[in-house]
């Protein structure tokens, strides 16, 4: 089964400045997707950024951006020119190339300092 | 524009009695799904309709219960609520599987008295 993890429960990140999300993955495929969703307090969950495995290339959404590393299994995501707005819980995500089901990390709360 | 509705945001129920949270979409996707979150939890899936087709999964208590009468709609039934089963529960849609996004309503806070 696969499993994801974000062994960083909280960060915390002076605004505009930088802040990066470590996410491990365990898979035996070699075709899936990866997310970075987004879930602000008392509003609902929403996609950040997304990538797929077999593109080398890093995904790149605005200021949000990640670190795809498919032979680490790691797949971080990096907040760059944090704004107050960025303040939510982050949850990274795995999903089989053909499959419904996003396995979900245990999340990332993600504090934005003024 | 609303496109992922659910209602009612917020359900009080009583320890035993059944709970029907409902769930509704605009985007005429095929994938249904209803999650469980706790506090500070990741969402937890307990179920997903592929049009018709009902996807349990293994952990799932068999308290909980959805039907999908149509594409546009999917309920939730808790049969016999215990005080474990408060929670937030999330109903999200997507069009298909692998890269497409999944779309989450903004949940229905429920508490057992």
């Known amino acids: 089964a696969q499993t994801v993890t974000q062994s960083q429960p909280e960060m915390s990140v002076q605004e505009a400045e930088t802040v990066t999300l470590s996410c491990t993955y365990d898979t035996s495929e070699s075709d899936y997707y990866l997310f970075w969703y987004k879930q602000p307090p008392s509003r609902q969950m929403i996609l950040v950024i997304r990538?797929?495995?077999?593109?080398?290339q890093n995904a790149t959404e605005n200021r949000f951006s990640v670190n795809f590393q498919k032979a680490a299994k790691s797949f971080s995501l990096k907040i760059s020119d944090s704004q107050l707005g960025d303040a939510a819980m982050y949850f990274c995500?795995?999903?089989?190339?053909?499959?419904?089901?996003?396995?979900f990390g245990g999340g990332t709360r993600v504090l934005v300092k003024p | 524009d609303a496109m992922v509705i659910q209602n009612p945001r917020y359900q009080v129920t009583q320890f035993g009695k059944p709970v029907t949270l409902s769930c509704s979409q605009t985007l005429n996707h095929n994938v249904m799904y209803w999650y469980q979150q706790k506090s500070s939890q990741a969402p937890k899936l307990l179920f997903h309709y592929y049009d018709k087709d009902f996807n349990n999964e293994a952990d799932t208590p068999d308290n909980f219960q959805s039907r999908r009468p149509n594409t546009s709609f999917c309920f939730l039934d808790i049969r016999s609520p215990g005080l474990g089963d408060a929670a937030m529960y999330l109903c999200?849609?997507?069009?298909?599987?692998?890269?497409?996004?999944?779309?989450f309503g903004p949940g229905t806070r429920l508490t057992v008295t």
């Open positions: 990538q797929e495995a077999y593109k080398q």
């Open positions: 995500a795995y999903r089989e190339a053909a499959g419904n089901k996003l396995t």
């Open positions: 999200a849609t997507s069009p298909g599987p692998g890269a497409y996004e999944q779309y």
